[in-house]
């Protein structure tokens, strides 16, 4: 809701789980499609992967600047970014083209009316094919991807937490002591 016209490209023969084939899909969507700024989302909620976003402007040889909460156009071509850094902010004027990754407080959802779902409803979406792209067919098959998942595993399961009791903080950390040289075995 809200955009101009959408696609969705049907990727169901290609290998989806390596970050590198669809980066390379992407960028020749953008390619075909004639872009001043492409928006991404910070990281795959499925494996946390941080990689499309940069990868495909790389792809597109454009500037990139990831985890992005602010964006102000400043004119034709070219945009003001502000992004989070350890210890502070950075601002940066990038040349458009561009590609962004944002963060959460870039913008503020609201509630759409009825109306535009309604409208968003029956809005034809068309399907764009990867091989369609540009891209060579041996680069989208089944075998193409470079990366081989060896296995999927469980995260260690955490011992329960223990609550200790005491009336005082001097009972608590004698309790404490006393857990900790027998349960744990330390001191």
């Known amino acids: 809701m809200g955009a101009d016209r959408a696609s969705l490209i049907d990727s169901t023969t290609c290998e989806n789980d390596d ?3 669809v980066s390379d899909i992407l960028a020749g969507f953008a390619r075909k499609e004639n872009f001043d700024l492409i928006l991404c989302g910070r990281q795959a909620i499925d494996d946390e992967n941080a990689s499309i976003g940069p990868m495909t402007a790389e792809f597109l ?8 909460t602010r964006l102000e156009i400043v004119d034709e071509s070219k945009i003001r970014v502000e992004s989070e850094i350890e210890g502070g902010k950075r601002v940066l004027e990038v040349i458009l083209p561009a590609l962004i990754t944002t963060q959460k407080g870039l913008n503020e959802p609201r509630v759409p009316l009825i109306t535009g779902v309604m409208k968003a ?3 034809e979406v068309p399907t764009v094919d ?5 891209i060579p067919k041996e680069a989208l098959g089944k075998d193409a991807s470079k990366v081989i998942v060896l296995s999927y595993e469980s995260p260690v399961q955490r011992p329960p937490v223990k609550i200790i009791d005491g009336a005082s903080p001097e009972e608590k950390a004698k309790e404490l002591i006393r857990v900790l040289r027998e ?4 001191l």
């Open 19 to 21: 970050p590198l084939i």
């Open 121 to 123: 409803m029956r809005t």
């Open 61 to 68: 040889n454009i500037p990139h600047v990831s985890w992005v």
């Open 130 to 134: 990867p091989s369609t792209l540009g």
């Open 183 to 186: 349960d744990a075995k330390v």
